[in-house]
């Protein structure tokens, strides 16, 4: 999407999207021109499918080309900062949301000036009752001189149907352009000018949702389709005809403190019916999450397949997939909006499957031009490291994750895709000015704060040709003490979070972090209180006997505080001031409990009424 800015023209907005048996491989392209006397801010923003792997981008402003490369993390995020030193550096966002994720970056145009942005990236499509889908999200955010859409669909097996639904409330009818053959498909949809109004007299652009393709192979082979090309082989597998596999299911709902209020009416309403009540928040009971895990590992015995639903944006996500991945299961997430009962009912209606047949590919190939040649290749490597990736989340040693990461980084370098532990490093062709964008952050787990999106405020511009990226704020607490809290950029929203604090204790040099588990909308004052005073005077720490937890990551110590013993838990926060982009990973040790034991009394016992209701009245 190019967001609105005056006297900024959108010269051509471009989308090449090319399917190979299952394998999709999209290209997005914008091109505009700063028709203004001054300097205009000029904002890249697009959506694309959630678990797509970006494989390139490339910007040219004003005659300076950027071009990408494929970093391990660290040596990214080294990289980014070596530039950044010089002031030569410009953030980029990556942010999940309910299906997709944001691909943002921002830069700064001068008079006349034209910049060009394009992105790559590839996807697996997965057959979901009884079709092939495939979106691509279109939003221009502006009348565009020149506007085409190409989908392309290449499936040796054969394609049974195809079809475009109407996304766009009516207003492109007769628009889009369907050829299809018996193996290949071509899309198009180029309105022009006139068709792109919302109306006929208005500037604003009717070009704003997505353009999607459903389609379905033929399938005669019972043993279902093995392709190989290029040195590698796929086998698509689908059975027809099969009754349906009879189920018992049993909906489990968590009614634990994070889940009551808006979250737990929404559950109740949406599914209605019979349910069994229990608690996933490990404040109660049970609260070694690798515990909880092994005790539903040995529940099961293989006997259940576990499929979760994570509600809102404050579940251990994480954890959900590591309880379904051993248990042969999905996790889903279901995001608190509006849209909650479209969520679960798409969720439990979900069936994948994979498909077949066989054919010799060399020749059908060979003979079009628009056939990907690479699509083994990437489909082996696309679904080899999400393999790894769920395997990494269930490695049994420190040693077996390590051997696992080392296999996901080398194919994630090998094959040029941005994984969770891959960056990509944009630069100029000197090799001094940089951009660095990562995988959207990784579901927040115990100690990590997550900050949501919302209207956006546009920051300083810093250097000239790029802005960097919205700032998260540290807010800090003098005389002895910091309380530093994940506090949102300048263009978030909300936050639907549990919060999440750091208290760093100079006498003791420690940090000691803990979340505060309560229901949305609960104002706590931790910082003034009159009578304990609170984290005004250091309280005195001993952390002893740590020892390895049952997480090879997160070790275990025990700690004296206020006459109590607490068991507490390694972790890690981020600090904002030293790296105002990505922040810098700071070690602390985690308090249960919503804080139990280290804060004085019970965390309810500091809601206030307002925000500022501490503040003395004249």
């Given at each position: 999407m190019m967001e609105e800015v005056d006297q900024v023209t959108l010269y051509s907005y471009k989308v090449q999207s090319t399917i190979t048996s299952r394998m999709a491989t999209t290209m997005i392209q914008s091109k505009v021109v700063n028709n203004s006397p001054q300097p205009q801010n000029v904002v890249f923003d697009?959506?694309?499918?959630?678990?797509?792997?970006?494989?390139?981008?490339?910007?040219?402003?004003?005659g300076k080309t950027f071009r990408s490369s494929i970093k391990e993390k660290t040596v990214g995020r080294a990289l980014y900062a070596q530039a950044r030193a010089k002031g030569k550096t410009a953030g980029m966002v990556r942010s999940s949301a309910l299906d997709m994720e944001n691909f943002r970056t921002e830069v700064n145009v001068l008079p006349g000036a034209k910049v060009q942005f394009e992105l790559h990236y590839q996807e697996v499509k997965w057959r979901k009752l009884g079709s092939y889908e495939h979106r691509i999200y279109l939003q221009p955010g502006r009348l565009a001189k020149h506007l085409e859409v190409d989908v392309r669909v290449i499936e040796p097996q054969g394609l049974r149907?195809?079809?475009v639904p109407n996304t766009f409330e009516g207003h492109f009818d007769g628009v889009p352009v369907i050829s299809k053959g018996q193996q290949k498909a071509h899309v198009s949809f180029k309105p022009t000018v006139a068709q792109q109004r919302i109306c006929p007299s208005c500037r604003e652009t009717a070009v704003d949702g997505e353009l999607v393709v459903l389609y379905d192979v033929k399938r005669e082979e019972k043993a279902g389709e093995l392709e190989a090309f290029n040195g590698y082989f796929v086998h698509f597998f689908a059975p027809d005809n099969l009754d349906p596999i009879p189920k018992n299911i049993l909906f489990v709902i968590d009614v634990?403190?994070?889940?009551?209020?808006?979250?737990?009416?929404?559950?109740?309403?949406?599914?209605?019916?019979?349910?069994?009540s229990f608690r996933t928040s490990p404040t109660l009971g049970e609260l070694k999450l690798s515990k909880i895990q092994k005790n539903v590992k040995e529940n099961i015995q293989d006997n259940i397949s576990l499929f979760s639903l994570g509600m809102g944006f404050d579940v251990d996500f994480d954890f959900?997939?590591?309880?379904?991945?051993?248990?042969?299961?999905?996790?889903?997430?279901?995001?608190?909006?509006q849209d909650t009962s479209s969520q679960l009912k798409a969720n439990t209606q979900l069936v994948l499957e994979t498909l077949a047949q066989m054919d010799d590919l060399q020749d059908f190939l060979s003979k079009d031009k628009h056939a990907d040649p690479d699509f083994t290749r990437k489909l082996w490597a696309y679904l080899t490291i999400n393999q790894l990736l769920a395997e990494r989340s269930l490695a049994p040693t420190a040693a077996a994750k390590r051997r696992i990461t080392r296999s996901i980084l080398q194919m994630s370098l090998d094959h040029h895709i941005v994984t969770p532990l891959t960056s990509l490093v944009i630069e100029n062709e000197a090799g001094d000015e940089r951009m660095l964008a990562d995988a959207p952050p990784q579901d927040p787990s115990c100690c990590s704060g997550a900050l949501y999106y919302g209207s956006k405020v546009v920051p300083d511009s810093t250097p000239s040709w790029a802005n960097p990226s919205p700032t998260p704020v540290i807010s800090m607490l003098a005389q002895g003490?910091?309380?530093?809290?994940?506090?949102?950029?300048?263009?978030?929203?909300?936050?639907?979070?549990?919060?999440h604090f750091i208290i760093y204790l100079p006498k003791s040099q420690k940090n000691i972090c803990f979340n505060i588990d309560s229901e949305p909308g609960k104002i706590l004052n931790l910082v003034s209180d009159p009578e304990s005073g609170q984290f005004m005077q250091e309280p005195k720490i001993h952390i002893f006997n740590e020892r390895p937890g049952k997480d090879p990551e997160k070790p275990e110590a025990s700690m004296e505080v206020k006459g109590q013993k607490l068991i507490i838990t390694r972790g890690l926060q981020k600090d904002y001031r030293t790296d105002l982009v990505f922040g810098t990973d700071v070690t602390c040790w985690f308090v249960h409990n919503s804080g139990k034991g280290f804060i004085d009394g019970h965390y309810k016992d500091y809601f206030v009424p307002q925000l500022y209701s501490f503040l003395k009245r004249p």
């Open positions: 697009v959506q694309i499918p959630k678990g797509a792997f970006i494989s390139n981008f490339s910007m040219t402003v004003d149907f195809l079809h634990s403190g994070s889940m009551w209020g808006v979250k737990m009416k929404q559950k109740i309403y949406d599914i209605a019916s019979s349910f069994l959900l997939k590591r309880l379904s991945n051993e248990n042969h299961g999905i996790a889903q997430r279901i995001y608190g909006n003490s910091q309380v530093l809290e994940s506090t949102p950029p300048p263009h978030v929203m909300r936050v639907e979070n549990d919060p």
